[in-house]
């Protein structure tokens, strides 16, 4: 099988966003969709900060994403409560209070199958609700497409 670029088929790729050569296979659509499922109800309801992890209700993308996933967040913090195998492979940190933790967007962009690149852009703090509506729907077609070809 020969890997396609569909870098020309997508129209939402500008300033800078990843191109497909920044490839990911695993990515969970299901949760991408609720995600942004999420922001555009937050932000209806005046709780989606896209400059923030989580602070009081208010959360970004990669916060709603955490959220909906039922990972916990240490108490008081910005910050993810670590999972064993998190600790075991060395990426844990101690937060505030000792707890061990992960930062938002790296469980973010695990519970989503995405690459660092496509984390970076789609959990950017500057980006709009269309911004991430083109980036949900982009990654969905990629993924609906890479199945396609499997």
Known sequence: MTQRNYYNDLPYYYNGWPRLADWTWGINVELLKLGMKAVEEAAVQGTWNQKTWRCGTSMCFAGWVIEISGREWVPGTQHVVATPEEIA??????????????????????????TSTWANTLFHENNTLNDLRHMVDSLTRIAERSLEEA
Do not use: K
């Open 89 to 114: 492979d060395g990426d844990a940190f101690y937060s505030d209070g000792g707890a061990m933790a992960m930062a938002p967007s790296a469980v973010a962009q695990d519970l989503l199958g995405i």
